[in-house]
């Protein structure tokens, strides 16, 4: 088996470099804060290989390197003081949320010294991360796309090809997007319905039984809007960020794009009101404007 190493142990990170120790993989695992390496170490004693002390460390010891981290920002840093370490051939699989644009200038530096970059961002949150059940978009040269497939089906279960590198990226990002404006208008579905009378618990199942499912109706406003739990692991910052990626997108094909404007528009109000919140907590931003909680 290849000699893996993983960057990036957060709410994502951890479950899918654990569905790759499941899979009999030996990690070098490493990230930013030695608390979440220690106790990725711990819950996988003997089996996870070792913590490295940099991404540098990383590179030395593995010869395919997964990151899944915050940003592109954030993955540019790792790998870029990373490059003169590569063993020949280093794979790097690139799982975060990021901006292709930048996916595409990293691939080309990891190109420049003998590797292949390919961008794999997932969907499916913590919950398929921890089962391995995630659906990964894949955009890169299809040899390596190949070469990486045994690592991805360690960690999902639908791996979809998107096209050349940062392709994933994209469409990672307007996916977001999608699922953003659906939780919006769902949650806003709900206020309208409460005020007429109709009880919100009764209106998810009829949306579930009918042409207005989507994601949110089905696995957030019962679970984490109407429970007021508001912890499905994914930030109101990430949300934000992917929508800012999409909104890019289309402003660099020169597309019009009013409701994704809007949609991020509101976004950005809920993370300004509700600093450090779970994304399902944009519910308050529309029970705010309502004068009604859900």
Do not use: C, Y
Not at 20 to 42: E, M, N, Y
Not at 62 to 91: E, H, K, N, W
Not at 102 to 125: C, E, F
């Amino acid at each position: 088996m290849s000699a893996i190493g993983f960057i990036g142990l957060g709410k994502m990170g951890a479950p899918m470099a654990a569905r790759l120790v499941a899979a009999g993989h030996d990690l070098t695992v490493f990230d930013v804060s030695t608390d979440a390496r220690d106790r990725f170490l711990a819950g996988h004693a003997g089996h996870a290989g070792r913590a490295a002390g940099s991404p540098r460390e990383v590179a030395a010891a593995s010869d395919v390197i997964v990151t899944m981290l915050p940003t592109s920002d954030a993955v540019r840093q790792a790998l870029g003081g990373a490059l003169d370490a590569f063993q020949p051939r280093t794979l790097v699989i690139e799982m975060s949320s990021g901006v292709p644009t930048i996916t595409q200038a990293l691939a080309a530096a990891v190109t420049g010294v003998g590797g292949a970059l390919i961008d794999a961002p997932v969907s499916g949150g913590v919950a398929r991360a921890i089962t391995g059940e995630l659906a990964i978009m894949v955009g890169g040269d299809s040899g390596a796309v190949a070469r990486a497939r045994p690592v991805l089906e360690a960690m999902g279960t639908s791996i979809l090809p998107t096209g050349g590198v940062g392709s994933a990226h994209a469409m990672k990002a307007l996916n977001n997007l999608v699922s953003a404006a659906g939780l919006l208008i769902s949650v806003e579905a709900l206020l309208i319905g409460k005020r007429f009378g109709l009880d919100p618990d009764v209106m998810v199942d009829v949306l579930n039984a009918s042409t207005g499912v989507n994601n949110s109706t089905q696995k957030k406003l019962k679970p984490f809007v109407l429970s007021r739990s508001f912890d499905s692991g994914f930030s109101l910052e990430l949300m934000v960020k992917d929508l800012t990626i999409a909104l890019g997108i289309a402003r660099d094909g020169g597309v019009a794009a009013p409701l994704s404007s809007l949609t991020r528009e509101l976004w950005q109000a809920a993370r300004a009101m509700d600093v450090g919140a779970d994304h399902t907590a944009v519910a308050r931003l529309s029970e705010r404007l309502a004068g009604l909680e859900l």
